[in-house]
């Protein structure tokens, strides 16, 4: 069975850092591309940021270029985001979630239970 | 970055009814679209991917259709059990982008 479980969130201060982590099973880790994917209280979802299977191409959304960072441990079958300088703005809910398939587009079939990120004072 | 649109953002209906949410691309995205359905407190479920494709295990009852820059989503048989948030997704370009969401309620 493919299991996603996010954990490492909770209450920070503006300014602040936390690194969340992904723990994934059920299927072999290091062929899928992965994703973070936050939802504010009340609101929609956006999309974060993606890794490559083997780490090797990442992107982000411009609302945390050069604040988060994510990252893979394919022996560990983990994922994590590194978040700094947190704000306000950055309190979400925050899912991991599996691409689809192993192709340049792909959508997200697997999700974890989320998170709770809370920024603030 | 590609902005997707969705509309209605809130739709009322009822069991047995047809319904039919829209989503446009502000440029092109071939069929790189995608549609969730999301429930309070749960992470969404992915329902069509590439326009047009029923994910495994969804019921036949949704469908989706759409290449380009329109695509819709339609329940042709609402069930009680439909009754949640639907979004969108564009994957056809980074940064992926989400609609604003539908919130389909009775």
């Known amino acids: 069975e493919v299991q996603l479980a996010e954990s490492g969130g909770g209450l920070v201060k503006p300014g602040g850092s936390l690194r969340l982590s992904c723990t994934v099973s059920?299927?072999?880790?290091?062929?899928?591309?992965f994703n973070w994917v936050r939802q504010a209280p009340g609101k929609g979802l956006e999309w974060v940021s993606s890794i490559s299977g083997s780490g090797t191409y990442i992107n982000y959304a411009d609302s945390v270029k050069g604040r988060f960072t994510m990252s893979r441990d394919n022996a560990k079958n983990s994922l994590y985001l590194q978040m700094n300088s947190l704000r306000a703005e950055d309190t979400a809910v925050y899912y991991c979630a599996r691409d689809y398939g192993t192709g340049w587009h792909e959508p997200f079939d697997y999700w974890g239970q989320g998170t709770l990120v809370t920024v603030s004072s | 970055d590609i902005q997707m649109t969705q509309s209605p953002s809130t739709l009322s209906a009822s069991v047995g009814d047809r319904v039919t949410v829209t989503c446009r691309a502000s440029q092109s995205i071939s069929s790189w679209l995608a549609w969730y359905q999301q429930k309070p407190g749960k992470a969404p479920k992915l329902l069509i991917y590439?326009?047009?494709r029923l994910e495994t295990g969804v019921p036949s009852r949704f469908s989706g259709s759409g290449s380009g820059t329109e695509f819709t989503l339609t329940i042709s048989s609402l069930q009680p059990d439909d009754f949640a948030t639907y979004y969108c997704?564009?994957?056809?370009?980074?940064?992926?982008?989400f609609g604003q969401g539908t919130n389909l309620g009775i």
């Open positions: 590439q326009g047009s």
């Open positions: 997704q564009q994957y056809s370009n980074y940064p992926y982008t």
């Open positions: 059920g299927f072999t880790f290091s062929t899928f591309s």
